[in-house]
């Protein structure tokens, strides 16, 4: 069983920066794999950026290439998503998954957090 916990959601305006976190717990076979997804009301959900200790394997969706990095801790146990220069259209509810396997920006990852909310405004 795996827990995930995201922190460091907010309001910021256009061109500002915030790093999301994920706190892990539990199996460590378990969550070799983890990704941070999003959903914007009225939409689907999305995936933004996924990473695997396993490989070192990084994968960003386009929207955000050059702009988030998504990195992990692991003595801390802490997934982390740096987002810089965000936009308007960035505003969503941030989510971060994990999995034995890698499923990259697919959504088959059988462990979820509970979300953090970001807003950014105009």
């Known amino acids: 069983q795996v827990q995930l916990v995201e922190s460091g959601g907010g309001s910021v305006q256009a061109g500002g920066s915030l790093r999301l976190s994920c706190a892990a717990s539990?199996?460590?076979?378990?969550?070799?794999?983890m990704g941070w997804f999003r959903q914007a009301p009225g939409k689907e959900r999305e995936g933004v950026a996924s990473?695997?200790?396993?490989?070192?394997?990084?994968i960003y969706a386009g929207p955000v290439k050059g702009r988030f990095s998504i990195s992990q801790d692991n003595a801390k146990n802490t997934l982390y998503l740096q987002m810089n220069s965000l936009k308007p259209e960035d505003t969503a509810t941030y989510y971060c998954?994990?999995?034995?396997w890698g499923y990259g920006l697919g959504g088959g990852y059988k462990y979820w957090g509970q979300g953090t909310q970001v807003t950014v405004s105009s």
């Open positions: 998954a994990a999995d034995r």
């Open positions: 539990g199996s460590m076979y378990s969550r070799v794999c």
């Open positions: 990473i695997c200790s396993s490989t070192g394997l990084t």
